[in-house]
């Protein structure tokens, strides 16, 4: 775990597409306050994930409640078990 001069932490994880059996290790993100596991979709487009589009966008909201200003969370990537 790293922690950088802009109060972030980071750590390194592994990824692995299912239908490939293909692993990669990335350094990610951890915030402890979110409900819930992303990636940047062009990330997941360059590393080959398959996206599935989301029957309806998901808004994300910032600590304070407000709409973050990235656009709405619209796909998501097949896991498996």
Same mark, same amino acid.
């Given at each position: +775990?790293?922690? %950088?001069?802009? @109060?972030? !932490? #980071?750590?390194?994880? /592994?990824?692995?597409?299912?239908? +490939?059996? =293909?692993?990669?290790? !990335?350094?990610?993100?951890?915030? *402890? $306050? &979110? #409900? $819930?596991? !992303?990636? *940047? *979709?062009?990330?997941?487009?360059?590393? /080959?994930?398959?996206?599935?589009?989301? =029957?309806?966008? +998901? %808004?994300? @909201? %910032?600590? %304070? /409640? *407000?709409?973050?200003?990235?656009?709405?969370?619209?796909? +998501? &990537?097949?896991? $498996?078990?």
């Amino acid at each position: +775990m790293e922690r %950088n001069k802009k @109060r972030e !932490v #980071t750590v390194k994880i /592994g990824l692995e597409r299912i239908d +490939m059996q =293909e692993g990669i290790t !990335v350094e990610a993100l951890l915030d *402890s $306050g &979110v #409900t $819930g596991l !992303v990636m *940047s *979709s062009e990330f997941a487009k360059k590393q /080959g994930f398959k996206l599935k589009r989301l =029957e309806r966008p +998901m %808004n994300i @909201r %910032n600590v %304070n /409640g *407000s709409l973050n200003k990235e656009e709405p969370i619209e796909h +998501m &990537v097949e896991g $498996g078990s």
